[in-house]
């Protein structure tokens, strides 16, 4: 089993930038792709992006240019370094782990979750 923890999320002002980091205990990121979504009041559960094991990355059109996903698999610890913040992005930001090693883009294909963090971006 996989214990996923986010944290990093905060307030910030609009073209700020956040680092989320996201701990994972139990089995190792080794064979899992990660992903990271988010989701607003009264929304979906939105596709950020995700990392395979293999280095690959997808990022969705939203975050495209602004979001990057880095691994770092000696601490077991994926991130999402966010620039450019607009109020937009304003949600709570959940990692995950498929346990397949690759990077769907729907949040039912995912197999563990950690609690999400809530990412504010004010005008």
């Known amino acids: 089993q996989v214990r996923l923890v986010e944290s990093g999320g905060g307030l910030v002002q609009a073209g700020g930038s956040l680092r989320l980091s996201c701990g994972a205990s139990?089995?190792?990121?080794?064979?899992?792709?990660m992903g990271w979504f988010r989701q607003a009041p009264g929304k979906e559960r939105e596709f950020v992006g995700a990392?395979?094991?293999?280095?690959?990355?997808t990022m969705s059109d939203s975050v495209w240019g602004r979001f990057t996903i880095s691994r770092d698999s000696v601490k077991n610890t994926v991130y999402l370094q966010m620039n450019m913040l607009k109020p937009e992005d304003t949600a709570v930001y959940y990692c995950?782990?498929?346990?397949?090693?690759?990077?769907?883009?729907?949040?039912?294909?995912?197999?563990?979750w950690g609690q999400g963090t809530q990412v504010t971006v004010s005008s």
């Open positions: 995950a782990a498929e346990l397949s090693d690759q990077r769907y883009t729907r949040p039912e294909s995912y197999d563990y």
């Open positions: 139990g089995r190792t990121f080794s064979g899992y792709a």
């Open positions: 990392r395979s094991e293999s280095g690959s990355s």
